[in-house]
């Protein structure tokens, strides 16, 4: 995935402004998550990499998505979760010192980092993530390699309805229309 990244990088660094997080080129500005297939692209106010957290620093997901096994959402961390690190650490080159001076800007202002939504199901379907995390479902047959990830690739999207069926039919969860729908 590193190509890829610093393929995003370069596009990023040849003057525009957000970073870009292209799957396969066919980036666009505006509108990209919505639009579900096959290769939705995402611009994230600041460039994070899962790969350098998860990856090469191994931090823990659930350091950062602390909800997921007690709750519904596993929920995005709040700036000041990032600012435990990057008080003190700046980055190590240009770019990197550009996107932390982003995430330490955020929080002197007091807002929140406006993270753009990948996953997402239909308001009408129940996705409890502690309910799967407590029966062993790991992240990665959800999510992919998210810690080999400079951008988040989305996998298993659109979340349709057959793909939920045939793993609760695989492992004996329930198919009730109800424990999906409300
Ligand atoms: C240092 C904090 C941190 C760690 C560690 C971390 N994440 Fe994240 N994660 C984030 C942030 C911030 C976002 C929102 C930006 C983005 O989408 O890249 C995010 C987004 C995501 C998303 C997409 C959420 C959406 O919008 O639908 C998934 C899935 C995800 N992380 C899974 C994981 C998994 C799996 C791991 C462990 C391998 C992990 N994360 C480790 C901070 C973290
Ligand atoms: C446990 C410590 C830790 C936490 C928590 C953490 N980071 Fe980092 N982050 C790092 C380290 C280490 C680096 C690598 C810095 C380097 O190589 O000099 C880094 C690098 C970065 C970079 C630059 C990476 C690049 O190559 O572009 C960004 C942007 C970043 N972090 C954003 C965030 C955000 C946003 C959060 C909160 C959601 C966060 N970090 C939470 C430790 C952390
Ligand atoms: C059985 C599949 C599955 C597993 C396992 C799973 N997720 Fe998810 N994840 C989803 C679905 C489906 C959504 C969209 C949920 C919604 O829209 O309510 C989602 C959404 C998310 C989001 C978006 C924000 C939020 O609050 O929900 C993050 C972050 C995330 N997952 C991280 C993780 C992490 C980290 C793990 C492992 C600890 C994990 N997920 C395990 C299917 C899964
Ligand atoms: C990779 C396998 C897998 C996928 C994919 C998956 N699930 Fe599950 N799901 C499980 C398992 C295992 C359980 C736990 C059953 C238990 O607790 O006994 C579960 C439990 C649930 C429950 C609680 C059921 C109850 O008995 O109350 C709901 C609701 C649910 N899943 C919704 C979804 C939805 C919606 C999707 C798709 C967006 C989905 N799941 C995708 C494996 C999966
Ligand atoms: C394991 C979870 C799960 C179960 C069980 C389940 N569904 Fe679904 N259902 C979903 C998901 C996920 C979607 C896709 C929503 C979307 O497209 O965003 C969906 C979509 C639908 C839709 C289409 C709605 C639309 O937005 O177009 C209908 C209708 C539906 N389900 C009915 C049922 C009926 C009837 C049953 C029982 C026989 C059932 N579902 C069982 C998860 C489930």
Redesign the pocket.
Known sequence: MRWLFAAALAVAAAGSLAFIQAQDGDGTQEGATQSASPAPTTIQPIAFPHNIHAGQDRIPCMYCHFAAERSVDAGIPPVRTCMGCHMIIGGSNERQQAEIAKVRDYFQRGEAIPWVRIY???D????PHMRHIAAGVDCTECHGEVKEMGVIEEVNQ????G???S??KERE?????????Y
Do not use: E, G, N, Q
Request: hydrophobic letters at 50%; glycine letters at 0%.
């Open positions: 997402k199901v239909a009408h379907v129940h996705f659109p979340l349709a309805m793909w939920c069926v793993c609760h969860a329930s198919t009730d229309c109800a424990a999906c729908h």
